[in-house]
């Protein structure tokens, strides 16, 4: 457990990792403008799983109510734009990235006193409370949400490095975040911090015994991760230009669990191809055709759940372990046959 969180991947595993970014930075110029868009949302969703996986692969602590701290930052950027011209990029981002940390730290400071499904309930009831706090209140855009009318300007006392109005200009700004974020991680796996993370999830009581302030630990792991959340969020309405409620309802920080999940707990990577490989089998299975009187596409919870269930069941390490396990096979087969 402990080497799957210090992000000990076989040698095989790392070269499929490797052409897969090169796939990405080689991707704007031969895909479509719709499928760059649809792999710059993968990207936004792989920050937020490693996001997620900070609190529950790394420390142990399952939340329920992670999308809050998503939310809340696109909505921080629908009320910093103002209506007639975009916002400053340089300014705003760290504003909502600090808002959704600082949010994080108040609800951490009450939910981290808790353990268990004692912590489960409670992070999902806070983030309940920030969800019905914008649905049924007008003046912060109630059910239908706020519209984003411009994307934030990365101008910079009158010099503009960059555009983020193209598509393509967008898309390689998140993959820098995303493979930022990934960096910062892994570096903080590394850690003595981030060791005492993981000796917290595998016995706290143990950590504690040995003088360590796991309470001190917990809630600042809970912070970041409500921060690096934030980022996410702050990209997703940057993207797409419109923020409602339901980016902080359960459904989105279940969905989001199910990335961690599929892409292998307690390893960043894992979390990153999960969130891929989720919202690739999201369009899969919402494309499915109509069967007799039966819509397979209607139906893609349905399809998604079973795919789920029989990952757990043969593979639950996620795809990631899967992989690895298969690698170790084929190396052992080679040195058997010398």
């Keep these: 457990m402990t080497q799957a969180n210090m992000e000990i991947l076989p040698r095989g595993v790392q070269v499929a990792l490797f052409l897969g970014l ?3 930075l080689a991707f704007p110029f031969a895909g479509t403008e719709f499928y760059t868009e649809m792999v710059t949302r993968m990207m ?44 400053s990029l340089w300014w705003t981002l760290p504003v909502a990235v600090l808002g959704s940390g600082l949010a994080a730290l108040i609800i951490g400071f009450f939910v981290v006193r808790t353990r268990g499904i004692y912590f489960i309930m409670v992070t999902m009831a806070f983030a309940q409370m920030v969800f019905f706090l914008f649905f049924d209140n007008k003046a912060l855009g109630g059910s239908d949400g706020l519209y984003i009318n411009f994307r934030p300007s990365a101008a910079l006392f009158g010099w503009v490095p960059f555009e983020l109005d193209g598509k393509r200009t967008l898309y390689y700004f998140t993959l820098a975040a995303m493979l930022l974020v990934y960096a910062f991680l892994r570096r903080l796996l590394w850690s003595p911090f981030g060791r005492a993370l993981a000796g917290i999830r595998v016995n706290e009581h143990r950590m504690r015994a040995m003088g360590f302030y796991t309470f001190g630990y917990k809630l600042t792991a809970f912070t970041l991760a409500g921060g690096l959340a934030g980022l996410a969020g702050y990209l997703w309405g940057t993207q797409t230009g419109y923020i409602n409620p339901e980016l902080m309802g359960f ?3 279940a969905h989001t669990i199910m990335m961690v999940v599929l892409g292998g707990m307690g390893n960043i990577a894992g979390a990153m191809v999960g969130a891929f ?4 089998l999201l369009h899969v299975f919402k494309d499915l055709p109509q069967v007799g009187s039966v819509n397979l596409g209607k139906h893609w919870q349905l399809w998604m759940g079973l795919f789920i ?7 639950p390490r996620g795809l990631l372990g899967l992989a690895g396990r298969l690698g170790k096979r084929g190396m052992d087969k080679e040195n058997q046959g010398e």
């Design 251 to 253: 459904q989105m920080s």
């Design 309 to 315: 269930v029989l990952l757990v069941t043969f593979a």
């Design 22 to 24: 090169a796939a990405l």
């Design 44 to 87: 936004i969703m792989a920050i937020f799983a490693m996001s997620l996986d900070l609190l529950q692969g790394v420390t142990g602590l399952v939340s329920l109510g992670h999308a809050a701290y998503f939310g809340l930052a696109g909505y921080a950027l629908a009320f910093l734009t103002p209506q007639g011209e975009p916002v």
């Design 277 to 280: 490989t989720f919202e690739y």
